[in-house]
Structure formats: C-alpha cells, structure tokens
Antibody, heavy 123, light 106 residues
Framework: EVQLLESGGGLVQPGGSLRLSCRAS????????MTWVRQAPGTGLEWVSA????????YYADSGKGRFTISRDNSKNTVHLQMNSLRGEDTAVYYC????????????????WGQGTMVTVSS | SYELTQAPSVSVSPGQTATITCSGD??????ASWYQQKPGQSPLLVIY???MRPSGIPDRFSGSNSGNTATLTISGTQAMDEADYYC?????????FGGGTRLTVL
C-alpha cells in the first residue's frame, strides 16, 4: 500500500525550531519528487516546499525562504522539513505529498498525501 | 507572485452539474490539478494534467483548461461530493493553490 506518514509536529515557542519527517512506503521513493503543503486552521492549502527525487533541486515558497530547509534520505525513504525562526503564522497542519510528475522531477500533481502533522507556534 | 482565484462557494442540487472555476494569468499554458478535501481529511487528487482522472475517481469528475481558466465539472453531483475543492498549478518551480471553493449539495 502506498503510504506517507508524517511526524515531528508539536508546540513550539516563537523563534524556535522544529523538524518534520515524512516516511514513505509502497513506491520507489527515489523516483519521485516530494512536496510539503500546509493548512492553517480554517484556511486553504498553501504550498511550502518541494524537492526532486535525487534531492539536488529544492524549491521554497517566499513564506519559508531562509527559514525552512527541505531534505531527503532516499536510503530511509524519508523527506524532512527543518523549520527555524518559527512564527505564529506558521501554525498549521503540515502535509507531505508525493509528486506524480516525470521521474524525479517536480511540477506534477500531488497524488498521495499523508495524514498531516500539526505545528503550533505559541508562547 | 502567481495567483489562482476561485469563487469561495458554489451550490448545486443533487443530480445536477457543478462547475468550479479557477483563474490565473495564462493558466491554460500550465497544467492544472484539482483536489477534494472533506472536513478532517487530507486532500485527495481528483484531476491532474487538466483533465486526467486518477484511478478510483468517478467519471462524473472532469476537467478542462484553456486561456486563463481551468474548470472542474462534476456531473450528476452526489451528496458525497460536498467538500472543499482546490485548484493547483506550478509557476517558476513554485507550487500555487487557489483559495478553494466550498461545494454545497442541497
């Protein structure tokens, strides 16, 4: 079964850091780009970051540039999102999603989603 | 930055056709995808590459994309189709979502 399982969310103070992880199973992980998408309470979806299958290419929304770092470990079928200098507006459910685009490339649709992990930034 | 615009809400009677639109500058030159999200659930891909349906998505869901507008059409809308729908595209290696449309079936 194709599955994504996020972890690492929680409560963090403003200015703090958090590392989210997403473990994949059921598909050849290295062949697919991966994306993080977030959803603040009661609002819509916001694309956060993406990484190519090999990990060489990374992309960020303006909201996370300079603060967020996406990475992947293909030996462990895992993608990470390191979030630093967190702000209240980063409070959201964070989803990882598989990109169904050309082998290893970003730019496709997100055909598999995890269940999400909640990040709350508050003092 | 690139923006996709959706109407906040659409209402449809059961059995009728629901049309949800997404507008963006020269959107027709990009691939549009559509996601369905029900309360408390993760999003579900229902249309990709403008008009392709993933396995398991009923054929009452269809899509098109031309000019500045992508359209999701749900024919013979059922109560189970009530959800939030989001369009999505890529621009300059950045993913972009529309603000979402709440489909009410009444």
């Amino acid at each position: 079964e194709v599955q994504l399982l996020e972890s690492g969310g929680g409560l963090v103070q403003p200015g703090g850091s958090l590392r989210l992880s997403c473990r994949a199973s059921g598909f050849i992980f290295k062949n697919y780009a991966m994306t993080w998408v977030r959803q603040a309470p009661g609002t819509g979806l916001e694309w956060v970051s993406a990484i190519s299958g090999g990990g060489d290419d990374t992309y960020y929304a303006d909201s996370g540039k300079g603060r967020f770092t996406i990475s992947r470990d293909n030996s462990k079928n895992t993608v990470h999102l390191q979030m630093n200098s967190l702000r209240g507006e980063d409070t959201a459910v964070y989803y990882c999603a598989k990109d169904n685009g050309a082998v290893g490339a970003t730019g496709g649709a997100f055909d598999i989603w995890g269940q999400g992990t909640m990040v709350t930034v508050s003092s | 930055s690139y923006e996709l615009t959706q109407a906040p809400s659409v209402s449809v009677s059961p059995g009728q056709t629901a049309t949800i639109t997404c507008s963006g500058d020269e959107l027709g030159d990009k691939y549009a995808s559509w996601y369905q999200q029900k309360p408390g659930q993760s999003p579900l891909l229902v249309i990709y590459e403008d008009r392709m349906r993933p396995s398991g998505i009923p054929d009452r869901f269809s899509g098109s994309n031309s000019g500045n507008t992508a359209t999701l059409t749900i024919s013979g809308t059922q109560a189970m189709d009530e959800a939030d729908y989001y369009c999505q595209a890529w621009d300059s290696n950045t993913g972009v979502f529309g603000g979402g449309t709440r489909l009410t079936v009444l």
